[in-house]
């Protein structure tokens, strides 16, 4: 996927990756991980029409209690963006 952010997002956009080390291989959907990210980096890029960085993270995470997620107890794997950009107003 990197390279097909990379062409997405554009020069101006700088996509860094901090995957967490160890992280439990998981069963996904393939195709609809890949369309969630991009759908998500898209989403990025529009709020920083100017650039600025894109941040993909994935780490370890054990559910203990019930968080409202409709999730089962267990051991899952986050993924988490965040983005330079400057967020919604807050009228919106």
């Keep these: 996927m990197s390279d097909l952010l990379s062409r ?18 998981t069963l996904a959907d393939r195709n609809e991980l890949e369309v969630a990210f991009l759908n998500i980096a898209l989403n990025a890029r529009d709020a920083m029409p100017n650039g600025g960085t894109l941040t993909i993270e994935s780490r370890k995470e054990t559910i203990s209690e019930n968080i409202g997620m409709n999730l089962e107890k267990g051991d899952y794997v986050a993924i988490r963006f965040t983005d330079t950009g400057k967020g919604m107003p807050a009228e919106i």
């Design 8 to 25: 997405t997002l554009g020069s101006g956009i700088i996509v860094e990756k901090d995957l967490g080390d160890h992280v439990w291989q």
